[in-house]
């Protein structure tokens, strides 16, 4: 079974260093998205592809947070420089085209800033 | 804008009791409805959906029916097992880019 793949699955660094994560979606989907999830929330959308192009980043920190996904694959989410409320996990999603469909997840990233 | 309100948990239920999580919904037009489960460590999973009024979405022993009436879509079980016991999440997607509004979880806890 198809299956979204996030690596790695914990990060651990210190605040002010960089991180990256990063998402491979199930084969065909053209949506990815990415999620902050605090402990004891719901996930939050940090940002919105359709396939190469962002439709919606309008909850993404632009200072310190960036999100590509050049050839409308793969995808990374860097945080430069990573500060103590960074601390969550970022989980990745893919959808296929048709509307209302649902998502899929990855494992997600548990990011420990100390 | 849209919204998902859910029940604060944490609930904790013996094996084989009745449950019932509520989540009720602010949205225009005509969203459709999920359940989604997380258990520890995880990513979500899809648990059931409805895509339309009246529409009841199961799986698993679990049933939640969409209600424009009401806007609820509340989750159901007849009879909790210990590996029920997870975080479950209500959630709504509209619009053309399926974005997706999830409410704030619920914690189920099943003690044997």
């Known amino acids: 079974e198809a299956e979204v793949a996030q690596s790695p699955r914990y990060k651990i660094t210190e605040k002010s260093q960089a991180v990256a994560f990063w998402c491979d979606p199930i084969s065909g989907h053209a949506t990815l998205y990415w999620y902050r999830q605090i402990l004891g929330q719901g996930p939050e959308l940090l940002v919105q592809?359709?396939?190469?192009?962002?439709?919606?980043d309008s909850q993404l920190p632009k200072d310190r947070f960036s999100a590509e996904r050049l050839k409308g694959v793969d995808s990374t989410l860097k945080i430069q420089p990573a500060e103590l409320g960074d601390s969550a996990m970022y989980l990745c999603a893919s959808g296929g085209a048709d509307s209302y469909n649902e998502q899929f997840f990855g494992p997600g990233t548990r990011l420990t800033v100390l | 804008g849209n919204s998902v309100t859910q029940m604060e948990g944490p609930v904790t239920l013996s094996e084989e009791a009745f449950l019932t999580i509520n989540c009720t919904y602010t949205?225009?037009?005509?969203?459709?409805l999920f359940w989604y489960v997380q258990y520890p460590g995880e990513g979500l999973q899809l648990l059931l959906k409805a895509t339309k009024a009246d529409d009841k979405g199961s799986n698993k022993g679990f049933e939640a029916t969409y209600r424009k009436e009401t806007t609820s879509f509340h989750l159901e079980k007849g009879s909790v097992q210990v590996s029920d016991s997870a975080v479950y999440f209500c959630?709504?997607?509209?619009?053309?880019?399926?974005?997706?509004?999830f409410g704030i979880g619920t914690k189920l806890q099943v003690i044997p």
């Open positions: 949205a225009t037009g005509y969203p459709s």
């Open positions: 592809f359709q396939d190469e192009s962002v439709v919606d």
């Open positions: 959630a709504l997607n509209s619009g053309g880019y399926q974005k997706v509004t």
